[in-house]
């Protein structure tokens, strides 16, 4: 995932929301994805965004995608224990997803 | 509706042998994704098969090879293993060239070489 670039760790309080930022590099991209990574599980499919949109809300998710500057953001409103996780962004180009690094999202009480 | 299912969850193997991994993707489903997950290195992208055939290769050695199967189901093989290649190894699929909705991953089979 080196063409997506995600910070590595961010620590919230419970109850706060949560904010994961993401650059992407290949303007072409029409799709953009947030996938979530329980710790000893796959990758579910969180939510995406087309690029055609500036913003998306699904509950207590809200993405907004700045097309300018290639950034892309995913919002955790009322952050609970059970949002800890890896986040990653990811892109479709080539028809092929490539993802961040990942975020690791660590919820304290 | 069964979703991606890998086999085997664990693979032990020594260096220099062989490892033979298996994707089931969801009924429908034509194209098969291979990510490897490294510790500290985020997904890779392997290889993608849709209709049996190769369509693209990540920056791999050729000892990471794979197949699709008539049934879409499909195998990784990695040769000749090296310790580095000890990740967790992740499958997706995606209906064929409908991508709209990223893919679906299985939960993946976790491969240590000794």
């Known amino acids: 995932g080196e063409d997506v670039e995600q910070s590595l760790f961010l620590s919230v309080r419970e109850g706060d929301s949560s904010v994961i930022n993401c650059t992407y590099t290949d303007s072409s991209s029409t799709y953009l994805y947030w996938y979530k990574q329980e710790p000893g599980a796959g990758l579910q499919l969180l939510t995406y965004?087309?690029?055609?949109?500036d913003m998306k809300q699904d509950q207590r998710l809200t993405v907004l995608l700045n097309k300018k500057d290639k950034h892309l953001s995913l919002r955790i409103a009322d952050t609970q224990t059970g949002d800890s996780a890896i986040y990653f962004c990811?892109?479709?180009?080539?028809?092929?997803?490539?993802f961040g690094a990942g975020t690791t999202v660590t919820v304290r009480a | 509706e069964a979703g991606v299912t890998q086999s085997p969850t664990h693979l032990i193997k020594t260096r220099g042998q062989q490892a033979t991994l298996r994707c089931s993707p969801i009924?429908?489903?034509?194209?098969v994704y291979w990510y490897q997950q490294a510790l500290g290195l985020g997904l890779q992208f392997l290889l993608w098969y849709d209709e049996g055939e190769e369509r693209n290769r990540g920056n791999f050695p050729p000892r990471f090879s794979g197949r699709q199967f008539p049934n879409y189901s499909s195998e990784l093989n990695v040769n000749a293993l090296e310790l580095e290649d000890s990740a967790l190894y992740l499958c997706?699929?995606?209906?064929?060239?409908?991508?709209?909705?990223?893919?679906?991953f299985g939960s993946g089979t976790r491969l240590t070489v000794v």
């Open positions: 009924s429908g489903h034509t194209s």
């Open positions: 990811a892109e479709m180009s080539d028809y092929k997803l490539s």
């Open positions: 965004i087309f690029s055609n949109m």
């Open positions: 997706a699929s995606s209906p064929g060239v409908v991508r709209i909705y990223g893919y679906t």
